[in-house]
């Protein structure tokens, strides 16, 4: 076991021989879109990312599903199952089995098996001082998504959200391993600041991360200050405020968004700072559009991330 439960990283490694190693991970949701072929495009992409964010490749993939055959039309999972084998096909992912369960809440997605060589493993620990701070896709997909249930969403964010959602995170692992990625991790349910506690924890490190440097979906600032915050980002701050101090200029809100639990969020990369801007310019040039340098990490303050405000960043 290379990688297991001793410390909170992505996912499962095993090495099998001196240059193969199998990388482990599951993850499945309740639907947050209402179209079910894009709830099953999304729910594939979000367990998918977890290999990509080790620098893995996934290669095969078992469906699990929980489904109220009662009722809810089976037209609904066949589109759900439509959505998760079209993504897979993306990826050059092999659907192999799966299991399903009657349950009164239809849910969906996927556990998968990757492959990497043993020396070329992305941990989340792995960040050094003064590593600049790579996110590849905007945040505010939990406060969008909450919204879409109320009926707050407009047609733009709904579409810009989904789309983002069911990108896979393959070309942007692919690029940050071609140009020496230090450290890694997906940005999902923990939010921005819970994974980029992960990263720092236990690490005499620390992070400056530049709130007006962060990409956010357009709407997301104006449904946070409404109100529209899912349950998970309250966790989650509760979790982690002891680890996070904003500025005085930062606004209120920012701190909703950036611990907002997110869904198939982007990756986010520690890589040297001399490699940064040629990482960047390369992800913007392959389609990664919102990708951004957001900070860096620091050893000043160890165990602590500073979001700093508009006249520092």
Do not use: W
């Amino acid at each position: 076991m290379i990688v297991g439960l001793e410390r909170p990283d992505d996912a499962g490694v095993y090495q099998l021989t001196d240059d193969l190693a199998i990388i482990q991970t599951v993850d499945y949701f309740t639907p947050i879109v209402d179209d079910p072929y894009a709830f099953g495009q999304i729910a594939a992409a979000n367990a998918l990312s977890d290999i990509y964010a080790m620098g893995g490749k996934p290669v095969t993939a078992m469906n699990l599903v929980c489904f109220p055959s009662t009722t809810m039309d089976i037209s609904i999972l066949n589109e759900v199952l439509r959505g998760g084998l079209d993504k897979m096909k993306e990826a050059g992912v092999i659907l192999v089995g799966g299991h399903s369960v009657e349950d009164p809440e239809l849910k969906y997605g996927l556990s998968v098996t990757g492959v990497i060589h043993p020396g070329e493993i992305v941990l989340n620990s792995g960040s050094k001082p003064a590593d600049s701070l790579i996110l590849t896709k905007p945040l505010g997909t939990g406060i969008i998504n909450t919204a879409i249930k109320a009926g707050m969403a407009d047609t733009s964010s709904i579409a810009a959200v989904t789309e983002q959602m069911a990108t896979l995170n393959r070309k942007a692992s692919e690029l940050a391993q071609e140009a020496g990625v230090h450290a890694c991790t997906d940005v999902t349910g923990f939010g921005l600041l819970g994974h980029a506690c992960e990263m720092i924890q236990d690490n005499h490190i620390g992070m400056e991360i530049f709130h007006a440097k962060v990409p956010v979906f357009p709407q997301a600032p104006e449904l946070a200050q409404m109100g529209f915050i899912p349950g998970g980002t309250y966790r989650n701050r509760n979790f982690r405020t002891d680890m996070v101090e904003f500025d005085s200029d930062v606004p209120e809100y920012m701190s909703d968004i950036l611990f907002d639990a997110q869904t198939s969020g982007g990756l986010l990369i520690a890589i040297s700072p001399g490699k940064a801007g040629f990482l960047l310019s390369r992800m913007h040039a392959e389609g990664i559009k919102e990708a951004a340098i957001i900070g860096k990490v620091t050893e000043e303050h160890p165990g602590k991330i500073i979001i700093e405000g508009t006249d520092h960043g």
